[in-house]
């Protein structure tokens, strides 16, 4: 395509993005050609998230909980799984579990971020007893945890249905699911990366049932590895499909591969360039999901902060406890402190609003840090 075709063609896309129409397949995959500018793209990413957002960079104070790293299965890109008999491998005591939920509380966390491997040997009865102290100790704390990869798994092992696993976990302190185990979808790629797990159409089912049951969940794609434009925009309409028949997705966050430590170290990772252009194209396809998260830990601070400007309106939390990414050699602190999340939120331009899981905006006592309060006057921690 030459220039002016780019352009006409840029043209016929921001027209209907301003005029809330749909994009198509064949638009994603135009919004990924080298040639079309980035810019222009951010550009139009911004208008759209602030025409849904405003002008609000979201952050949430929260940590995450890797009970275990031990896993049934060898996904290529995992850095943090282990294999039953290795010295790496560890499953936390409840002690160890506990005291994490205490730390977190001391530390003013609203949320937990639980997941982690598919230990050979620990029941269901082990996973749901996680959620079950924890949220007996901590009821304030939302428990986001398990993806629909553990949820196929524990689906196998109590031979439950979907809705009865799903509404026994939520019974169990369960709040809401985040959106790992997506990668890519499409079976060209998924073949190839961790054909052994729950499929597109379970990982769609699972979400699906989680959503019809009242629980929200997050949705996310692995990019930068063997994937093709093609089969991330795939990817995308999927999950938008999902969300106009259920409206039950919160936030997508765009994970960038990292490649060290894993089965795939010979690939290298994405550019920021590539991270930011899947931002801006991810806010112009998922024209029904409410927020997409640039997530620090995996992006880096600087490109986080600059997502802010091409269509991302949330950079995840405080953090701490994060493993996947940094197994796979992430660069990033292990920690932000609110003040430092705060700062770069106002760096970037945009006004910083502590939301909780279920993006309530949450207010604290100034002198009294683990007081806060959420939404319409709704007391949680006192
Ligand atoms: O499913 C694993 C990805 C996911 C690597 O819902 C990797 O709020 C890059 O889903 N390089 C788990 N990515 C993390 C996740 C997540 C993260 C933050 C917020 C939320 C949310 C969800 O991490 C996995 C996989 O897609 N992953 N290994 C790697 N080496």
């Known amino acids: ?17 301003e005029q809330g129409a749909r994009l198509n397949l064949d ?9 079309v500018s980035l810019h222009a793209i951010g550009e139009l990413a911004n208008w759209k998230r602030e025409q849904i957002n405003g ?16 896993c049934v299965y060898r996904c290529r890109f995992c850095a943090f799984r282990s294999d039953l008999r290795d010295p790496k491998g560890y499953v936390m005591s409840d002690e160890q579990i506990i005291a994490r939920g205490q730390e977190a509380f001391e530390n003013g966390c609203t949320e937990m971020h639980i997941v982690g491997g598919l230990h050979h040997k620990l029941g269901y009865d082990w996973y749901r007893g ?13 428990l986001k945890g398990w993806t629909a990869v553990e949820i196929d798994w524990f689906e196998f092992l109590t031979k439950k249905s979907l809705k009865e696993v799903l509404s026994d976990l939520r019974d169990a302190g369960l709040g809401s699911m985040p959106g790992g185990g997506a990668e890519i979808f499409h079976p060209e790629v998924r073949d190839q990366i961790c054909e052994h797990k729950a499929n597109a159409t379970k990982w769609i089912e699972i979400h699906q049932a989680a959503h019809e049951i009242g629980l929200k ?8 590895h063997v994937e093709q434009a093609y089969h991330r925009i795939d990817h995308l309409i999927r999950l938008r499909d999902l969300q106009d028949k259920t409206g039950g997705f919160q936030t997508f966050i765009p994970l960038a591969f990292h490649p060290e430590n894993t089965k795939l170290s010979h690939l290298k990772k994405p550019s920021a360039l590539m991270d930011l252009r899947t931002v801006a194209v991810s806010r112009l396809m998922l024209d029904n999901v409410p927020h997409i998260k640039a997530y620090w830990i995996m992006l880096g601070i600087g490109t986080a902060q600059a997502a802010l400007a091409y269509g991302a309106d949330d950079i995840d939390g405080t953090v701490r406890h994060e493993l996947i990414y940094h197994d796979a050699g992430a660069t990033t602190p292990e920690i932000l402190t609110v003040d430092q999340i705060r ?30 309060w959420v939404g319409e ?3 949680v921690n006192v």
């Open 55 to 70: 002008n609000v960079g979201y952050y949430n104070i929260n940590t995450h909980l890797n009970p275990t790293n031990v």
């Open 130 to 142: 996680i959620l079950e102290k924890l949220h007996a100790s901590f009821p304030q704390i939302h």
């Open 217 to 224: 969940t997050n949705c996310t794609m692995l990019y930068g």
């Open 343 to 372: 700062q770069l939120i106002i760096e970037a331009g945009r006004e910083p609003v502590e939301r909780d899981t279920v993006y309530r905006r949450v207010h604290r006592d100034a002198d009294q840090f683990t007081h806060w």
């Open 1 to 17: 395509m030459n220039s002016p075709q780019i352009k006409d063609r840029l043209k016929v896309i921001r027209d209907k993005v």
């Open 377 to 379: 006057d709704v007391l």
């Open 27 to 35: 638009d994603g995959i135009f919004l990924y050609e080298p040639d």
